[in-house]
């Protein structure tokens, strides 16, 4: 429970009297800590006081200052528009998010401009080149309870980014959350589900932070995290703009990760759970990095943001390129029992993320793709091939074809995700230009605030 953002709304908004938000705050306090009545009631009231200073910035004269820390405000939730759930209304506001990093000018290789989940810098020397990756992943919201699972798929999929960049996996990074009432234990059992992964795929934790979550003002035991990972190559980047008119679209087998782990457990699949307990997708990367055939792969993805639908749209958009795409060769790179699981649960498995590693590659070195990539004991299938449609195509199996597009969501897995549903908002195109007003305003914010810390400097 955020008790400061309880306190916030309700002063601002008027809908409670001070003295009946105090009571009731009182109340919702002693919830989660084992204090007295005046203890509770005297911290509710210190919570009161300290936001009803804040709001007394509203009131000062320096106009740039009340800019400074005002928010750009869309007037649009992230819930509403569908943020985090690897649909349309996500793409397009992380697109936005990548427009006030392009508008920064910085010299990155690849960065979100491109929709890819790393970015890519390049080093040059006097000897030669090289190309660092990094990329950052959160754990799956729905497994604050499950801490060990969290950590251990939440560094796959960071250590996933890195590799479908044609980097080599180097470091591994940290960021952990746990609210007020956390027992301690839960940092523990993250932290030794990201060792896990560590450790089997020979990638050093090196550095991380842990604190809590919204400090004194959240309540309750709710863990959230972050692992990030560094990656370097001699290389340049296999990212998606580099999928060709012609190429070969290869996939290997997956289990998914917190995604169809968050499915089993909350429907009561718990075989599947040990489905996902592998790295599978790092096997396959380090075979083709021995192999020395990265630099000869024209792009690499993980099927994950939102599911091949979504990987399948977001490369189309980037290149211009079509894809044809084959469905039953596709179900054929989903371990069986997962996609038991999938058909049971009426759960699309197009929409939904499986953590298979695709390779887009020209027709030459496919069949060699192949050989080392089963070598290394990772089955891996050709689904479809690259062409100029402009537009993602599945052939459907009773010879049907269907123009692949991201729903609104990706597909539901949850009985509370099929209860919010994913079909798109009557006023989507209205949200989208209240967000795109809110991202242009944080770039004006951006440059004023540079000007102002240059001159004065």
């Not at 729905?142 to 699972?149: A, G, I």
């Not at 020209?362 to 479809?384: F, L, N």
């Not at 049907?400 to 209860?419: D, G, M, S, V």
């Not at 795109?436 to 951006?446: D, G, V």
Request: proline share 3%; hydrophobic share 40%.
């Amino acid at each position: 429970m955020d008790i400061e953002g309880f306190v916030r709304s309700n002063l601002i908004n008027n809908n409670l009297d001070e003295g009946s938000i105090k009571s009731i705050l009182a109340k919702r306090i002693k919830e989660f800590k084992n204090i007295s009545d005046d203890d509770s009631t005297l911290m509710a009231k210190v919570v009161i006081d300290e936001v009803k200073t804040t709001l007394e910035l509203n009131n000062i004269e320096d106009n740039f200052l009340k800019e400074l820390i005002d928010v750009p405000k869309a007037n649009v939730t992230m819930g509403k528009i569908g943020v985090g759930s690897r649909g349309a209304g996500d793409f397009f506001v992380h697109r936005k998010i990548a427009e006030i990093v392009d508008s920064t000018n910085s010299n990155s290789l690849v960065d979100s401009t491109a929709q890819d989940d790393g970015g890519v810098v390049k080093v040059s020397n006097i000897n030669d080149d090289m190309y660092v990756t990094t990329a950052v992943d959160g754990i799956h919201s729905r497994l604050s309870e499950y801490p060990f699972l969290g950590g251990f798929h939440v560094t796959r999929a960071t250590l996933r980014d890195v590799c479908v960049m044609g980097a080599d996996p180097i470091a591994i990074l940290s960021d952990l959350h746990l609210a007020d009432d956390g027992d301690v234990g839960k940092l523990f059992d993250f932290t030794a589900g990201v060792c896990t992964v560590s450790e089997l795929a020979d990638v050093p934790l090196v550095a991380g932070s842990t604190l809590r979550v919204g400090g004194d003002m959240v309540l309750g035991d709710r863990l959230v995290s972050a692992v990030g990972s560094v990656g370097v190559s001699q290389y340049p980047p296999t990212a998606r703009k580099g999928a060709t008119n012609g190429d070969i679209i290869l996939m290997t087998e997956g289990s998914g990760g917190g995604t169809i782990t968050t499915t089993a457990i909350y429907n009561g699949f718990f075989d599947v759970i040990w489905d996902t307990m592998n790295i599978n997708f790092i096997k396959a990367s380090q075979a083709l990095f021995d192999a020395d055939l990265v630099k000869k792969v024209h792009a690499m993805t993980d099927v994950t943001n939102g599911g091949l639908r979504g990987d399948a749209h977001e490369i189309s958009q980037t290149t211009g390129l079509g894809l044809e795409f084959y469905e039953d060769k596709l179900k054929s790179t989903i371990t069986p029992n997962v996609l038991n699981m999938l058909n049971k649960l009426n759960i699309d498995f197009l929409g939904v993320s499986t953590d298979s590693l695709m390779l887009v590659v020209p027709p030459e070195i496919s069949d060699e793709i192949i050989k080392t990539t089963t070598k290394a004991g990772v089955p891996i299938t050709k689904v479809g091939e690259v062409n100029n449609t402009g537009y993602p195509n599945l052939i459907k199996e009773d010879g049907l074809e269907e123009k692949l597009t991201p729903q609104f969501r990706e597909a539901a897995y949850t009985k509370i995700k099929k209860l919010v549903g994913d079909t798109t908002p009557e006023d989507f195109e209205k949200m989208k230009e209240k967000v795109q007003k809110a991202s242009n305003n944080a770039i004006t914010k951006k440059e004023k605030v540079i000007e102002y810390i240059l001159n004065k400097n």
